[in-house]
């Protein structure tokens, strides 16, 4: 509790978590949105008349919306992650000064704070952005096998079912 500098680096990278939050909400809402409207407007129009080329090109439209929601996902888990790991390299490098010289890490902004936090964005921030990519598309694949294994237990395709339960 002596280093308050630690709390300002955390409070400061949820309040930029919350702001991206609010955006990525905002942009994928009007992305679905655009989509279902524009959905609702080719339906009522002329149509495709149910001919076979309609399937197909509903069949793309939904891979295109899956692969557009993966890319939002994954946009939305990488840069929460990387937030979280600038605060998780920023804390190892003041536990790690507060080991070796206790005195630079005492008090709030010490030096000890200021250069870790430096270090996690110039120097280190690389590999956290690489870390945090590889675990947000990890965790997208995963969020996105989990809502398939869902919408096959919904239509009871015992087929699917137990394909997804061997991918989990």
Not at 33 to 41: G, I, K, L, N
Request: aromatic share 16%; glycine share 8%.
């Amino acid at each position: 509790a002596e280093n308050w500098g630690m709390y300002i680096i955390s409070i400061f990278t949820m309040l930029v978590s919350f702001v991206w939050f609010v955006f990525w909400f905002y942009t994928a809402n009007g992305v679905f949105f655009h989509d279902m409207a524009a959905d609702a407007s080719s339906s009522q129009g002329e149509g495709h008349g149910g001919s076979k080329n309609s399937d197909n090109y509903d069949d793309a439209e939904q891979g295109m919306q899956w692969g557009l929601f993966f890319l939002l996902l994954v946009s939305l888990y990488w840069t929460s992650t990387v937030l979280l790991n600038v605060v998780r390299v920023t804390t190892a490098g003041v536990v790690g000064t507060w080991c070796f010289v206790p005195e630079e890490a005492g008090g709030c902004c010490s030096s000890a704070v200021v250069s870790s936090f430096f270090r996690s964005i110039t120097y280190s921030f690389g590999s956290i952005c690489f870390g945090s990519l590889l675990e947000a598309v990890i965790t997208a694949l995963r969020v996105l096998a989990e809502n398939a294994k869902n919408r096959a237990r919904q239509d009871d395709d015992e087929c699917a079912s137990i394909l997804y339960c061997v991918l989990e």
